[in-house]
């Protein structure tokens, strides 16, 4: 079974301009996060998806990132312009489940931006 | 900041055994995760134990957990070159679908 799969693998842009990464989630998978990781930090929770709706979005920068998963199973995850800050991982993440219940997380190898 | 803490590094010789270790803050945390990262690649789940457990042991991995002091541990036996990796910890609180990590602890282990 194909795990989480993210494209692309590196961006490398200049600031002001737009990028945006796919990702296409375990088959079955309801839930569908977006995390970002900075260097030398852990991941944090951008979006999350339960299906095609947003649950929880508190943590996405709305003035310049939006995401979206129109049918409920693969996604894109948008950012215009780029700012130099924005230089990260950006993981994909699926779940069964919503993550509770002692629910596996199963993430993609991420997509590494960076902003020149 | 983040509410779950690691210490950043641990360097181990190969047959050692390695402790990694965490603390939360959320005492309403209903599951605890060990998370491993090789370089290059996304997240790979160890190990997790529910609050109401102590310890818990799977192959070369033990977990033990202290609700009290809001303490995680995971215990890698006879570690491994192929062990090194960075290892995060991860709590996800009552009733709140957002997991939060700690800055990882990256493990080096010398031949």
């Known amino acids: 079974e194909a795990g989480v799969v993210q494209s692309p693998r590196y961006k490398i842009i200049e600031k002001k301009q737009p990028v945006a990464f796919w990702c296409n989630p375990i088959?079955?998978?309801?839930?569908l996060y977006w995390y970002l990781q900075n260097l030398g930090q852990g991941p944090e929770l951008l979006i999350r998806?339960?299906?095609?709706?947003?649950?929880?979005d508190s943590q996405l920068p709305k003035d310049r990132f939006s995401a979206e998963r129109l049918k409920g199973v693969d996604s894109t995850l948008k950012i215009q312009p780029a700012e130099l800050g924005d230089s990260a991982v950006y993981l994909c993440?699926?779940?069964?489940?919503?993550?509770?219940?002692?629910?596996?997380?199963?993430f993609g190898e991420g997509s590494r931006l960076t902003v020149l | 900041g983040e509410d779950v803490e690691q210490s950043l590094f641990l360097s181990v010789r190969e047959g050692d055994s390695s402790v990694i270790n965490c603390t939360y803050t959320?005492?309403?945390?209903?599951?605890l995760y060990w998370y491993k990262q090789e370089p290059g690649a996304g997240l790979q789940l160890l190990t997790y134990i529910f609050s109401n457990m102590d310890m818990k042991q799977d192959q070369r991995l033990t977990v033990l957990l202290n609700k009290k002091d809001k303490h995680l541990s995971l215990r890698i036996a006879d570690t491994q070159t192929g062990d090194s990796a960075i290892y995060f910890c991860?709590?996800?609180?009552?009733?709140?679908?957002?997991?939060?990590f700690g800055a990882g602890t990256r493990l080096t282990v010398k031949p």
């Open positions: 998806y339960e299906n095609e709706e947003a649950v929880d």
């Open positions: 991860a709590e996800l609180p009552y009733n709140n679908n957002d997991m939060r």
């Open positions: 088959s079955g998978h309801n839930t």
């Open positions: 993440a699926s779940s069964p489940n919503s993550g509770t219940g002692g629910g596996e997380l199963f």
């Open positions: 959320d005492s309403s945390s209903t599951y």
